[in-house]
């Protein structure tokens, strides 16, 4: 099913937004009015459809779709391309009136009423062939039409349902997993009070009023939620491909802190692009670095989902969003920054949530690109016209790609695992923090960064970071082991390599299957209370620790620092171990900023991993390259002016063509897009 990206779209950057006409059909000058804007702010695209069942089928099986008719007419005529959405993301009432199974069941086993989105189960066969007629006659009559680009199938697929045919579908899917029941006791060690299983009708999703206690059962469950999302989705996409359609498709994927519900790695690969949207809090006082860095995480995460292939921001907000718990206004600059440090990271477009302001319901306070108002007078709109011709000069960095040297491992099944289980430390674990610390350390300074999950390849890459990998399954193991032997380094921490896939812990120590590349044997791990420290000292740095701290005893790899107090004092805090040809580093404990950057200092150093340019604090690059040429953003993410160094390098200005000077200054939110001359 998948095709290649480069570039998708031809060599142009995407510009443009969710957009609801059929909220406005009774204002009959506001379609022509929006296109007219459209025009005006280079917009190129627009995503279609995304909640109108109701308006396409407002009783059950009598179609309108007149209103779309001329709405991709307008468009093609006037030269902007449609993401067609499925509108699976919500239903009419109408359907969950005649059909009550098409809602979702909590896991409290209480049926839901009608209302929301994202309100349905993903199991009733009666939804799935609601959703299959829709998409075939949506399909039937807008595959080749030419303003349709892609498929946008339903919206930020979600949650989960405890029907009594998800419950089903699930012991189906456990059946095939574990073949035997006896099987399934096993992985899941339900000896433990007496929780074994004798027949498979007594297998139950995981539940309040229940079991939540069996740890395999709550991993199993999660993984199949993310099966089933799948199962569904794919349905969809059959029907929209029923007709012969060979459009790309795409399902907008979540930020991970927000979302951490579908195993990504998984569903990207039956998506033909990945998309994302992406609505970071901006201006959090005295965060506008750690902001900065986890927005980009987070694309980085979004681009390295295929492999590298370009990726789109399907949904961002022009202005402000109306969920977070402050509103906040872009400042001046802030647009064109956070729209840039997308493309900067892989996405070869800028899209918004939404074209034109809800005059009423939840979302009517969130920015758009139109406000009440009604007009291209306000900051937002000028704001976003002006991206629009800055994304008209950047055609040629469509397609391109990002290279980097390293990589961080993350899995979701293991953000899951961590979370899940009980003890080292209930008070939090802190694994999204500990990612984004390890993030921010190179992403300050100015070196690309993809992400990778257990089990891939890793030979392209110079360093691999993998933070907290408690689950590691001998066959990923093996992997991380070859790595280092054949010349990689590779940097573990604390609570890593303790369980396999089913959260049976590795028996003969923690650590086991990467023990033999680190060279290290923990023995125990000390949870430490909000507050409380340890503190550090190693080769380049001291410092504190703090959330866990493992004890550990070495086995070959040489002791780089030690902790100086409590009675563990001596023991070993960080660790290298000459492995094959390469080097294995282990953390024993979670350090705070400092010390963590003189570490880092120490490890880029050794794998030679350099930045393409020395930044100053707070502006950061992220290059795209081709065959012919380098593009370097520089990004400055603070409200204080920069100045950056350029003077070994001889760089245009991507926008102007313009020289960019020895000593580049930068504005407060300020962004360059340079382009290497030869
Ligand atoms: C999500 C949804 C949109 C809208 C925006 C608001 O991304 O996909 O429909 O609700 O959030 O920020
Ligand atoms: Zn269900």
Redesign the pocket.
């Known amino acids: 099913m998948t095709k290649p990206f480069n570039p998708l779209f031809g060599n142009r950057m995407l510009h443009g937004a969710?957009y609801n006409p059929e909220q406005w059909l009774a204002y009959p000058d506001v379609f022509e009015k929006d296109l007219a804007y459209m025009k005006e702010a280079e917009v190129n695209v627009v995503s279609v459809g995304?909640?109108s069942w109701v308006s396409l089928e407002p009783e059950e099986g009598h179609f309108t779709f007149e209103w779309m008719d001329h709405v991709l007419h307008r468009l093609a005529e006037e030269g902007i391309s449609a993401f067609l959405a499925t509108p699976t993301g919500a239903r009419p009432a109408w359907m969950s009136q005649a059909y009550p199974e098409v809602l979702r069941t909590t896991p409290e086993r209480f049926k839901n009423l009608h209302g929301e989105r994202h309100n349905h189960c993903p199991t009733s066969p009666v939804y799935r062939e609601k959703a299959a007629i829709m998409n075939q006659k949506l399909s039937e009559r807008y595959d080749g039409h030419p303003a349709v680009i892609g498929w946008h199938i339903s919206?930020?697929y979600g949650g989960e349902c405890h029907c009594a045919l998800c419950q089903e579908a699930f012991r189906e899917w456990l059946q095939d997993r574990y073949g035997t029941l006896k099987a399934l006791n096993h992985a899941w060690w339900t000896t433990f009070w007496s929780h074994t299983y004798t027949d498979w009708s007594q297998v139950e999703s995981p539940s309040p009023l229940g079991e939540q206690s069996v740890h395999g059962l709550v991993l199993d469950w999660k993984r199949f939620v993310t099966d089933q999302t799948i199962d569904f989705y794919l349905k969809e996409v059959d029907a929209v491909q029923s007709t012969g359609s060979s459009l790309p498709i795409t399902a907008?994927f979540?930020e991970m802190e927000l979302f951490e519900g579908l195993d990504y790695w998984k569903f990207a690969e039956h998506v033909d692009f990945v998309s994302w949207?992406s609505?970071p809090d901006w201006h959090t006082p005295g965060k506008e670095a750690p902001t900065a860095s986890w927005t980009a995480l987070n694309h980085d995460m979004m681009r390295s989902l295929r492999h590298g292939q370009p990726f789109l921001l399907m949904?961002s907000?022009p202005s402000m969003?109306n969920?977070q718990p402050m509103s906040k206004l872009k400042k001046p600059g802030m647009h064109e920054l956070s729209s840039l440090q997308a493309v900067a990271h892989g996405s070869d477009s800028v899209q918004y949530?939404?074209w034109r302001q809800s005059r009423g319901s939840s979302?009517k306070f969130?920015g758009a690109v139109i406000g009440h108002d009604g007009t291209n007078r306000t900051r937002v709109f000028q704001d976003v016209k002006h991206l629009g011709t800055t994304l008209t000069t950047l055609g040629d960095i469509a397609g391109t790609t990002v290279q980097a040297d390293v990589c961080i491992l993350y899995s979701w099944a293991n953000l899951w695992a961590v979370k899940e289980t009980q003890g080292p430390r209930n008070d939090g674990m802190h694994y999204e923090d500990t990612l984004r610390e390890h993030y921010h350390e190179l992403w300050k300074r100015g070196i690309n960064i993809d992400f990778r999950k257990p089990g891939d390849d890793l030979s392209r890459y110079k360093l691999v970071i993998a933070p907290m990998m408690y689950m590691l399954t001998e066959a990923e193991a093996a992997v991380l082991r070859d790595y280092v032997h054949a010349g990689g380094q590779l940097l573990a921490t604390y609570w890593s390599g303790v369980v396999g896939e089913s959260d049976l812990v590795h028996l003969g120590g923690r650590v086991r299957p990467l023990a033999e590349a680190l060279g290290v044997e923990p023995l125990e791990i000390d949870g430490l209370y909000d507050g409380e420290q340890n503190t550090v000292s190693f080769t380049g740095g001291t410092g504190s620790v703090y959330d866990l701290c493992e004890i550990t005893e070495t086995n070959g790899a040489e002791v780089l620092g030690t902790y100086t107090s409590d009675f563990y004092a001596g023991s070993p805090f960080l660790t290298k171990h000459a492995y094959g040809g390469g080097l294995g580093w282990y953390v024993a404990a979670r350090p705070d900023a400092h010390a963590l950057d003189r570490l880092y200092s120490l490890l880029l150093a050794e794998a030679d991993v350099q930045p393409r340019l020395q930044v100053p604090e707070g502006v950061s690059v992220s290059v795209r390259e081709d065959e012919e040429a380098e593009y370097l953003f520089i990004m400055n993410v603070t409200g204080e002016p920069a100045v950056v160094d350029l003077s070994s390098e001889q760089l245009d200005d991507v926008r102007t063509g313009a020289a960019l000077p020895a000593s580049l200054h930068l504005d407060a939110y300020d962004v360059r897009v340079a382009r290497t001359t030869n």
């Open positions: 969710d995304i909640f919206n930020e907008n979540m949207d609505y949904e907000t969003t969920w949530f939404q979302e969130h």
